[in-house]
């Protein structure tokens, strides 16, 4: 498996400015990924982020919006920018990590960041 | 499309009563994946078992067990004897073969278990 860390954990910010949350793994990993679950709802994949090569975003998340870096196999960035209420959301970061036990690799996330906009 | 419903939003349990959680499937891929995942109130999402859609035998693992059933598109998971602890949100989640990093959740069943 793999420990994922984010920060920050939570923060509450303006309208119109922008948020960088951070996201490190414990050991190295190729694929990152960054999930959006807004206030009672389900999660949706903004983005995966690879090692060397440009982020590819989902349908409806754009990179002027959600710019991601991923300088090493063990960090990523998302940028929230310019953001709006309706940014509001927890944001959480995952990553493809071989299971305990299993011969398969599997999606481990860490506890999010809770993003409020005002 | 792909898509996963769970249909019951809530539910609510006394402690050491047995809980089915239900999830429908919808796929036009022959070959997919089916996840369930634990959200406790601390928020991390809490990886619980993968299902490929070649092997529909249930899985039980202590007081989990899991129903995959092809015919009817349902993937059930059943807590035994409930304790507290187990109170979060679970979600059900797909993903197809030609985008298996692509994980798509259902909203979410939202379980107390009531001491």
């Known amino acids: 498996s793999a420990v994922i860390s984010q920060k920050p954990s939570r923060d509450i910010c303006q309208r119109g400015t922008s948020l960088t949350i951070q996201c490190q793994v414990d050991?190295?990993?190729?694929?990152m990924f960054w999930y959006r679950q807004q206030p009672g709802q389900s999660l949706t994949l903004i983005a995966t982020a690879n090692q060397g090569s440009e982020a590819t975003y989902e349908s409806g998340f754009v990179i002027d919006k959600f710019p991601i870096s991923r300088p090493n196999l063990t960090f990523s960035t998302l940028t929230v920018s310019n953001m709006s209420p309706e940014d509001s959301s927890i944001y959480l970061c995952s990553v493809e990590a071989v299971s305990p036990g299993q011969f398969s690799y599997e999606q481990y996330f860490g506890p999010g960041t809770r993003l409020t906009v005002t | 499309a792909q898509k996963v419903t769970q249909a019951q939003t809530e539910i609510s349990v006394v402690e050491k009563e047995d809980v089915t959680l239900d999830c429908v499937y919808e796929t036009r891929d022959t070959t997919y994946y089916l996840f369930w995942y634990k959200q406790p109130p601390s928020g991390e999402l809490v990886f619980l078992i993968r299902?490929?859609?070649?092997?529909?035998q249930n899985e039980i693992s202590g007081r989990y067990s899991w129903n995959f059933q092809k015919s009817t598109s349902s993937f059930n998971f059943t807590i035994t004897a409930s304790q507290v602890v187990d109170s979060a949100v679970y979600f059900c989640?797909?993903?197809?073969?030609?985008?298996?990093?692509?994980?798509?959740f259902g909203k979410g069943t939202r379980l107390h278990i009531l001491p």
């Open positions: 050991s190295q990993v190729t694929m």
């Open positions: 299902r490929n859609s070649f092997d529909e």
């Open positions: 989640a797909l993903s197809e073969a030609d985008r298996d990093d692509k994980i798509i």
